[in-house]
C-alpha cells in the first residue's frame, strides 16, 4: 500500500500561525519534502521536531519528483512544505502532485497561511471575486500581454513582487491600467507588517525605500459594456494602440485578428506596406 503526501502550509512569517494539525502531521511523516532544508529546519527546531529532509525546490524537481514517488510508493508518508505559505501557490509542489494523482497517490491538504489571501481581506477592496496571476513574466512580451490582461480585468487582481522589482512593476502598472486603486501588503504577519494606501505615484516614489516581500492588489476595472471598447477603433487606430505598446507588426496583426475574429492574413494586407 502506498503512503500519502501531505501538503502543509507553514506560517508565512509569525511562527504562531502554524496549525496543530500541521504541527501533528510533521511529527508523524516518515519524510519531509522541503524548498529549503536550512529554512524548514529552523521551523522544526523551533517546534521541537526531528525528521529526515530532503530538498526539493525549482531547480531539482524534474528529478527529485521520481525520488519522492519511489518513496510514496514504498508505503512511507511525506510532508511536503514550502519556505513559506502553501506549496503549490507561487512555490514548489504542482508538478509532484500531478504525479501522485497519476499513480493513485494519496494527496491530503493541511490548510494554513496563504500571503495572498491576508493580503486581500485587509485590502478594503472587492472580495467576492478576485484574479491571482502570481509573479509577472519577465518575457517582456508576455509581461505586456499579462498587464493587458490586468487593464480589461473587472476583479480585484493580486500580484505578488520582489523589493528590487517592486518599483518596475508599479511603472508598468501606471502605463498600462493609469489611476486605480492599489494597495501593497508587505512582510504579513512579521514585525514590519504594513498596508500602504497611496496612488500609484506615491508609490512609485516610495518604492525603493520599501523592503520585504510585498502583495500588491489591484482594483478591478469598470464594467465594460458587451462590446469591445477596441472594437470601436477603425484598423489603423486598433494597429497604433499596439504598436505604443510595444509589440511589433507581426504580433500586433495577430492580436487585431483575434480581437476581431478575422483571418490574420486578411489583417496582414491591410498593413502590408506599413
Given at each position: 500500500?502506498?503512503?500519502?503526501?501531505?501538503?502543509?502550509a507553514?506560517?508565512?512569517?509569525?511562527l504562531?500561525?502554524?496549525t496543530?494539525?500541521?504541527i501533528?502531521?510533521?511529527?508523524e511523516?516518515?519524510?519531509?519534502?522541503a524548498?529549503?532544508?536550512?529554512h524548514?529546519?529552523?521551523?522544526?527546531n523551533?517546534?521541537e521536531?526531528?525528521?529526515?529532509l530532503?530538498s526539493y525546490?525549482?531547480h531539482n524537481?524534474?528529478?527529485?519528483q521520481?525520488?519522492?514517488?519511489?518513496?510514496l510508493?514504498?508505503?512511507?508518508?511525506?510532508?511536503?512544505?514550502?519556505d513559506?505559505?502553501?506549496?503549490?501557490?507561487?512555490d514548489?509542489?504542482e508538478i509532484?502532485?500531478?504525479?501522485?494523482i497519476?499513480?493513485?497517490i494519496?494527496i491530503?491538504?493541511?490548510?494554513?497561511?496563504?500571503?495572498?489571501?491576508?493580503?486581500l481581506?485587509c485590502?478594503?477592496?472587492?472580495t467576492?471575486e478576485?484574479c491571482?496571476?502570481?509573479?509577472?513574466?519577465?518575457?517582456?512580451?508576455n509581461?505586456?500581454?499579462?498587464?493587458e490582461?490586468?487593464k480589461?480585468?473587472?476583479?480585484t487582481?493580486?500580484?505578488?513582487?520582489?523589493?528590487?522589482?517592486?518599483?518596475?512593476?508599479?511603472k508598468?502598472?501606471?502605463q498600462i491600467?493609469?489611476e486605480?486603486?492599489i494597495?501593497l501588503a508587505?512582510e504579513?504577519t512579521?514585525i514590519?507588517?504594513?498596508?500602504i494606501?497611496?496612488?500609484i505615484?506615491e508609490?512609485?516614489?516610495i518604492?525603493d525605500?520599501?523592503?520585504g516581500?510585498?502583495?500588491?492588489?489591484?482594483?478591478?476595472?469598470?464594467?465594460k459594456?458587451?462590446?469591445n471598447d477596441l472594437l470601436?477603433?477603425?484598423?489603423e487606430?486598433?494597429?497604433?494602440?499596439?504598436e505604443k505598446?510595444?509589440?511589433?507588426?507581426?504580433?500586433?496583426?495577430?492580436k487585431?485578428?483575434k480581437?476581431r475574429?478575422?483571418?490574420?492574413n486578411?489583417v496582414?494586407?491591410e498593413?502590408?506596406n506599413?
Amino acid at each position: 500500500m502506498s503512503g500519502t503526501l501531505y501538503i502543509v502550509a507553514t506560517p508565512i512569517g509569525n511562527l504562531e500561525d502554524i496549525t496543530l494539525r500541521a504541527i501533528r502531521i510533521l511529527k508523524e511523516v516518515d519524510l519531509i519534502a522541503a524548498e529549503d532544508t536550512r529554512h524548514t529546519l529552523k521551523l522544526l527546531n523551533h517546534l521541537e521536531i526531528s525528521k529526515p529532509l530532503i530538498s526539493y525546490h525549482r531547480h531539482n524537481e524534474e528529478s527529485k519528483q521520481e525520488v519522492l514517488i519511489d518513496k510514496l510508493l514504498e508505503g512511507q508518508n511525506i510532508a511536503l512544505v514550502s519556505d513559506a505559505g502553501t506549496p503549490g501557490i507561487c512555490d514548489p509542489g504542482e508538478i509532484i502532485i500531478k504525479r501522485c494523482i497519476e499513480e493513485n497517490i494519496e494527496i491530503i491538504p493541511i490548510p494554513g497561511a496563504v500571503a495572498m489571501i491576508n493580503a486581500l481581506i485587509c485590502s478594503g477592496l472587492d472580495t467576492k471575486e478576485f484574479c491571482f496571476l502570481g509573479f509577472l513574466p519577465l518575457n517582456k512580451n508576455n509581461r505586456k500581454e499579462k498587464l493587458e490582461e490586468i487593464k480589461n480585468q473587472e476583479k480585484t487582481t493580486i500580484l505578488y513582487e520582489a523589493p528590487h522589482k517592486l518599483k518596475e512593476t508599479l511603472k508598468d502598472l501606471k502605463q498600462i491600467i493609469g489611476e486605480r486603486k492599489i494597495i501593497l501588503a508587505r512582510e504579513l504577519t512579521k514585525i514590519h507588517e504594513e498596508f500602504i494606501r497611496k496612488n500609484i505615484d506615491e508609490l512609485i516614489n516610495i518604492a525603493d525605500e520599501l523592503k520585504g516581500e510585498f502583495v500588491i492588489i489591484i482594483e478591478g476595472g469598470e464594467h465594460k459594456e458587451a462590446e469591445n471598447d477596441l472594437l470601436q477603433l477603425s484598423l489603423e487606430e486598433h494597429y497604433k494602440y499596439y504598436e505604443k505598446l510595444g509589440f511589433n507588426k507581426k504580433e500586433i496583426i495577430k492580436k487585431i485578428a483575434k480581437d476581431r475574429n478575422v483571418n490574420k492574413n486578411d489583417v496582414y494586407m491591410e498593413f502590408v506596406n506599413k
